[in-house]
């Protein structure tokens, strides 16, 4: 009829997504109504669809995560799974949290980064506002200022080697921080700064440059769940991603927060003396 019809023209046409993205490479706008992703939809499909086993709920949960983060920057983390580590629930990231991994992209854009690695998420961190991983770093007297200048310069220093980069030299036997030790005896301090960290080149979507996060980043989003876990807290909080941090063995945030004087035994249990306060 005339009258479905002219319903028909009226109603906006789907966007053809695939050819959309093919051409301009840039992540589907998420809708509306989905800006909150319940963890079934994280959850890895396996072979043939089958879902994979959850034998390791975090991998299973980040390896998902970081492709939903790297296709909507801005989207609320929300994550509910019953069935996992015994029956322990894992409900939702908190704000400070939340904002802790979001603005991690914003303070990798600000430095012109091409990814977002571990030490743009302890530069977000110590900017949450809230949160006891926040108030840990404050109360060790870091900022973001002292932050982000030592970041830049342990970064510089390496000619903006990545850690990935970096451990992959180790495994051939060639240490980064040695070479630039003996450059910097001969030429001087910040002798391989020149060449700095690659300048961003990514294309522009709706949110700005897509900026993925690093496989040390991802890492750390792991290791915050499996603190969580671990503690049986039933969130994840900006202590969780601190712990996971200082869990790992090296890389620049790592470093950096070390040299401060925090360690993973002393902060685990000052997150466990505040929470008990809290209680």
Known sequence: SSAQRATDQSEPQPLD???????????????????????????????????????????????????????????????????????????????????????????????????????????????????????????????????????SERTLRRAGLSERDAEALRTIGVDPDEIVRRVEESFGKGALSSAGPERRRGLRGSRGPHIPFTREAKQILEGALREALALKHNYIGTEHILLAMLSEDRGIATDVLTEHGLSYDVVRQRVLDELRRAS
Do not use: C, M, W
């Open 17 to 151: 997504t695939r050819r959309h993205n093919s051409q301009r490479h840039v992540p589907a706008r998420q809708p509306a109504n989905s800006r909150t992703i319940p963890l079934h939809q994280l959850r890895n499909p396996g072979q043939n669809g089958a879902r994979r086993p959850a034998e390791d709920p975090p991998a299973v949960l980040f390896h998902r995560l970081s492709r939903f983060l790297d296709a909507n920057q801005g989207v609320k983390l929300s994550l509910h799974q019953p069935d996992i580590a015994g029956g322990r629930h894992v409900r939702t990231f908190t704000r400070p949290a939340r904002q802790t991994v979001v603005g991690a992209r914003e303070a990798a854009s600000r430095l012109n980064y091409v990814t977002i690695g571990p030490e743009h998420l302890l530069l977000s961190l110590v900017q949450a506002g809230d949160g006891v991983g926040y108030r840990i770093l404050v109360g060790y007297g870091l900022t973001a200022t002292e932050l982000e200048r030592e970041i």
